[in-house]
């Protein structure tokens, strides 16, 4: 009995004459718990791409950046990542509360080398788990059902040129998000955003959009 593939991967493997090559990586490779080699890559990881299902069953790949550490494996069966403040929509995490399995994709580049992880996830919105991550709104725990190391082909070796100036740090000050700056957006603001924007003044949304596309550090 196979905890990964249903009939319809089972038909394209059987088109293909890979049932039982799919089978024995199946075997060897996909582990209903993290090892101490899986546990050490993820939370080397400053990156990952989150999968979740919306209301209308469509899937969303969002991708979630940090520090290293962004991830914490707590046990062997269960993690722990945070949500940060972003555009207020809550896509990924408004999923979860509704469809909480979800897929993680980690790779580092530089290798390369890439984990899958499935899992069923939970958000806490307080808690030991939200206090592990600095200026987390909240944080999602998953118990963990499957994970498996990924061939290496295919992925492109890319090296890190710099780290987001908006990954929260220690020992600085997090600044302003730069597109909350931009006219029109003042009266969906937060107090906060508000009074940060007051001061630090507008900008239009062709001048945000420019700094986008020539890649400045400060958009």
Known sequence: ???LFGPQHRELQDHFESRKMADRIEQVAAKTEIDE???AFIESRDMFFLS???HQGRPTV???GGAPGLVKVLNPTEIAFPSYDGNGMYLSMGN???HPEIGMLFIAFDRPFRLRLQGRAEI???GPEVALFKEAQLAVRVAVSDVWMNCPRYVHRYDKVAESRYVPQADAETPLCEWKRI???EDVLRPDEAAAVEKAGQIAQDEWMARVFRG???A
């Open 96 to 98: 979860i509360n509704a």
């Open 52 to 54: 979740t299902v919306d």
């Open 183 to 185: 006219e029109g957006f």
């Open 124 to 126: 806490v919105m307080d």
């Open 1 to 3: 009995m196979s905890r």
């Open 37 to 39: 080699a899986a546990k």
């Open 216 to 218: 400045d550090e400060n």
């Open 62 to 64: 969002s991708y979630k």
